[in-house]
């Protein structure tokens, strides 16, 4: 039996503002270490519980957070980018569940640095349904037919996810304040958290279903800036929207969907502001 652990750094504990998820900032190098941890603590349960194969996807970022020399030694990482899948590289039919930890809620919504995939995206549906980077990657999860076990972030991040996936395990690890301020519990007990909520994920694991996605979805994201939304519509296939910042591309599945989502994110990203 195999665990998918994808880790991105904004729900980890403690890390509240962009001092700890930005590699240039002042408390970045504490950040990785919290974060390293909190992955542990899911790894070590994991291997406790019997399982043969643990893969982690860094996910935040550059994707090269996770101190490598300080994981679990039995423990498999996926580090650095590009990848072709992103916060889901890796993840196939071959795995009985998976977790996501440091996650945070979508944008627009209330949470702890709550955005998806790039601070120029207000809205990204598939189809009419409003996700984040939580639910399209729960999505890409089912397209393999593996279920969503365990979601670890803030509060608001619990919600969301509780919403996406029926019976999924959820660990509070922070409680917002505002979107860059929180309740934290210390490193020591989010570290038991994880351990018991790992537990009672793969407990019930047999009570989640997987996310499965919709076939031929239709991705729409909605920038910020019409100026976004014309670097996104230069990818083939877009069509934009003449009032609005909104560009939606037809897929034939959800994996063409998810690639197309981090072209257009990674297009519009290009665009400056005077």
């Known amino acids: 039996m195999k665990l998918y652990l994808s880790v991105d750094m904004e729900g980890i504990t403690g890390l509240v503002d962009t001092t700890f998820i930005d590699s240039r900032e002042s408390n970045y190098s504490r950040g990785q270490v919290i974060m390293t941890e909190e992955a542990n603590s899911v790894i ?25 020399e300080r994981l679990h030694p039995e423990a498999q990482l996926i580090s650095g980018d590009v990848k072709p899948f992103s916060m889901v590289q890796g993840l196939d039919s071959s795995f ?5 930890i440091g996650y945070h809620t979508r944008a627009a919504r209330k949470g702890v640095l709550s955005h998806t995939m790039i601070f120029g995206v207000r809205n990204m549906l598939i189809n009419d349904r409003p996700i984040g980077e939580m639910g399209f990657n729960a999505m890409v999860a089912g397209h393999y037919g593996v279920p969503v076990l365990l979601v670890a972030g803030d509060d608001e991040t619990a919600l969301e996810a509780e919403e996406l996936i029926p019976g999924v395990t959820t660990a509070v690890v922070k409680k917002r304040i505002s979107r860059t301020s929180a309740l934290c519990l210390t490193p020591e007990k989010s570290s038991k958290l994880l351990k018991d909520k790992t537990e009672e994920a793969w407990s019930n ?13 239709l991705l729409t994201i909605e920038f910020n800036n019409y100026g976004q939304a014309e670097w996104a519509h230069l990818m083939p296939g877009t069509e934009i929207d003449s009032e609005s910042p909104i560009v939606t591309y037809q897929a034939k599945d959800i994996l063409e969907a998810y690639r197309a989502m981090l072209v257009m994110t990674e297009l519009a990203m290009r665009t400056t502001f005077c």
């Not at 694991?205 to 979805?217: C, D, S, T």
Request: no cysteine; hydrophobic share 40%; glycine share 4%.
């Open 44 to 68: 070590r349960t994991a291997f406790e519980l019997g399982l043969e194969e643990v893969v982690v996807n860094d996910s935040h970022s550059k994707m090269n957070n996770l101190l490598i």
């Open 205 to 217: 694991r047999h009570q989640v279903k997987p996310l499965v996605p919709p076939e031929n979805p």
């Open 96 to 100: 009985s569940g998976a977790a996501f």
